[in-house]
């Protein structure tokens, strides 16, 4: 009982350089090799997440050492990050960071408010090539192919 006791006891040193640090840099590192930006996203949020969780504890750590289920509960929170089932960075990216972090939000007045909720919603670049499309089509243009790319998106 008392191997499994220290083994317990320690689980956060054990797992929690494999599952916070290690699987990470390997995941990152294939992310940067694939053409898809998708998994970019997911990496670069754990990264981000995990650097504040450290700024956090490194702040806080007076605090922290009386906590004895803190470890656990660092490495419970940086499993789900990291998971690929669970996606929890790329959860906690859609529907908190970006809603409050608009890098490059600015969208110009002379589009509808429509059009400027879908312009927000994609990338710089997305949204340069598509201003770019619309002033050189019309916003007619631009709106046929949103209501063409919801028609087909209802088809799935």
């Excluded at 320690?10 to 294939?30: E, K, Q």
């Excluded at 990264?47 to 922290?64: D, G």
Aim: aromatic share 16%.
């Amino acid at each position: 009982m008392g191997f499994l006791a220290a083994i317990f006891r320690f689980l956060d040193a054990i797992i929690g350089p494999a599952s916070m640090l290690l699987f990470p840099l390997y995941a990152s590192i294939r992310a940067i090799e694939t053409p898809s930006t998708l998994d970019d996203q997911q990496w670069l949020t754990y990264w981000i997440l995990y650097s504040l969780i450290t700024l956090f504890e490194l702040s806080c750590w007076q605090v922290l050492q009386w906590l004895p289920f803190w470890p656990y509960m660092k490495l419970l929170f940086c499993v789900w990050l990291v998971l690929p089932i669970f996606n929890g960075a790329a959860y906690i990216y859609e529907n908190f960071v970006r809603k409050y972090a608009k890098v490059g939000g600015t969208v110009s007045s002379t589009f509808t408010d429509g059009q400027r909720k879908v312009l927000l919603m994609m990338t710089p670049d997305a949204r340069r090539s598509v201003e770019q499309y619309i002033s050189k089509y019309g916003a007619e243009a631009f709106e046929r192919v949103v209501k063409a790319a919801e028609k087909e998106a209802k088809k799935r």
